[in-house]
C-alpha cells in the first residue's frame, strides 16, 4: 500500500490534521483507486500545545480502533500509523505522531545559535535578523533572541526557519527518506500568518526536495521527485485585540504577504510543488482569545481547518500524471482554492458546493448518528437487541472493555466536541442538531415519510441493525459494532433522509 | 391422533382435571350411548390449541417481529394471552356442548369438568409455546425475536 506522509506543522498543523482523523474516520475516501496509508509527523516545538495534545491522542485512539476493527469496516477504514512502525532499524522512536525537536525545551533562541560563542560580526549580523521584540513563559517583554522556543516560535517565522532546519539531520526524516518508495506522497500542513508553519513549510519541503545532497541520510533516491502537496492556511480566524501580545491580526496581512512573496521565490516560483492548495477566509467573526503560547493554546475547531483536510483527500484524488515532477520539479503545477456556494455565516451542508457535500455529507451524518446511538441509547439495547446479542456478541463485558469504554467513547466524544467547536465558531458550521431527535439531526433534511414508511427512531435503528447484521459473519465484536453501524446508518440515511453518497 | 391428544389432556393416565365422563364425551361417546361415533373433541380441541399456540407464537416472532416487542415481558405477555385464549376455547366449547345437552345423557358432566379442560388446554399451550420459543430453531429464522425466550433478554 502506497502511504502519504503528512506533516502537520504548528498549531495549524495539529488542527488540520484533527479534522483529517475526523474525516477519516468517518470513512471519507478518495476517490482513486489507490488506497493510502497515512503516516502524520506533526512538527511543533510548542509541546504543551493543547490542539497538539488533542491531536495526538486522538490519533491513538483511531489507531487502536482502526487495528481492531479492520480496513473493511467503513468507519476508520484508512490506516493510520506512526512513522516508528515502518522501521525495523535499531534507532526505533517511540510510538508516537510528533516529532522530537531536539534541544528546543527550555533554551533561548540565542543559545541555541550559539550566539555567546560567535565572534563579533556575526553576533552583529544575528543582531539584525533577529532584532525586535517579543514574551516569554512569563508574558514579560523580551528580545527576540531571548525568546524561549517551548511555547512556539510566538509568530517570528525568522526564528522558526533556523530551529526547523534541524530536520533534515533528525532520525525522523532518516526513517521518512528510508521508507519513503516511488508510489508514496507527501502532504505539508502549515498556516502562513504565524511562526512555525510559515517557516516550517518552505523548510521542510526543501529538505525533501534537496534530500539527494544529504549524506546523513540513506534511501533518499526517490524523495527529490516526491509528489508533494500541500496546503497553506493563509488568515482565517480572528483574535482578541491585546497590546502586550506579540501576536497582532493586524499583523497576519503583512506576514501572509511577506511569505506569500518569499513563496513566489522559493515554492511557487522555482515549482518545487506539485499541488498547492490555498485556503482563507475574511469573515470577521468571533474572535479568538489572544494567546501567544504560554496558556496552552486551544483553538475551537473551524470549518477552514475542515476545507483543509478535505484538500488531503483531493491531493490524493489527483492522477499520478498530473503530479509529475523531474529533477525536483514539477512538471505541471497544480493550485488551487476553496470555494462554497452560499456565503453564510453559519453553513450547512445545502451552502457547500455539489462535490465537497456529497464528499462528506453522508460520511459524517453517518458518524454523527452512530454517536448518537451509542451515547443515547446503547445501555437500553445491549444484550437486549438480536444484533446485539447476535453472535458475536456485543455485551456489557464489551464496553466495559478499553476499545469501546476508552478508544471509540473518547473518540467519538471529542467527535462531538469538534462538531460543537465549529457550530459554536463564527464563520459556524452546524449541519447537525446534536441534541435533538433522529429525524431532526440534520439541518434542512426532512425523513421521507408516508403511509407504510415508519419513522426514524431508535427502536426502528434496532430494528434495521438486527435486520442487517442477519447471517453477516464478523470477525470480532469490535469489527461488528464499526461495520454493522457504518452499513445501518449508510442504510437509514439513504433511505429516510436521501442524502446520496 | 385422539389417543395422542388423550393422553395429553388425561395427563396420561390419572386425569387429575375432570371426570371419566367428559373424557368419554371427549373421546366422541355419542349423544345415544352407543359408541364413539361423536364428534372427536379432543382431536378438534388438541388441533385448534396447537393452531392456536402456533399462529401466537408466528405473530409475535414473524409478523411483528419488532424491536419494540421482544423483551421477556413481552414473551410472557404473548404466553399470557396463548393460555388465555386456549383455555377459553376449550371452555366454551365444551360448555356449549354440554349446555345444548349434546352428549349422553346417562354420563355426569359438569361446569367443573370444562374448567378442568381448559386448564389442561391451557397448560398444554403454555408447554407447546415454551418448547417453540426455547430452541435457537425455529425462532432464529426471525430477526428481532430470534433471541426472545421466557428467561431473555
Redesign the interface.
Known sequence: MARLYIFAIGGTGSRVLKSLTMLLASGVKPNSDKNFEIVPIIIDPHKSNEDLKRTERLLGNYQTISNDAGLDSGFFSTKITTLDRLTTSQNRLSGSFTFNLQEVGGRKFSEYIGFSQLDEPNKALADILFSGKSINKRHEEVNLLDVEMDIGFVGNPNIGSIVLNQVKDSQEFKDFASNFNEDDRVFIISSIFGGTGAAGFPTILKNIRDAMNNRNIDGKGFLQDAKIGAVTVLPYFNIEKDSDSPIQKSDFIAKTKAALYYYKDNVTGNNSINSLYYIADNYSGKPYKNDPGDNGQKNDAHFVEMASALAIIDFLETPDSDLETSEGKALKPIYKEFGIRKDSADIKFSDLEDYTERKIAMRLSQLALFRKYLTEHLSNAI????WS??SPEINKKFIDDTFYRTNLSEFLSSFADWLKEMADNKRGFSPFNLDSSIEALIEGRTVKSGWFSSKVDF??M??KL??QG?GKTYSSASQKLIKLFYDTTEEILTSKFGLKN | MEEFFASLYEWFGPNPFYSKDMAELMRGWDITCTGYIGTPWYVIIGWSMVAITIASYVLQYHIIDSSKFNKKHHWWIVAAIVVLFNFLNAFLIMNNTIQAGDYCTQDNIGISDCIGLGLSNAIWSFILFILLTSFKYPRNLGINCSHTTFWKP
Do not use: V
Open positions: 444484550e437486549k437487541e438480536a446479542n447476535d427502536p426502528s434496532d430494528n438486527s435486520k442477519k
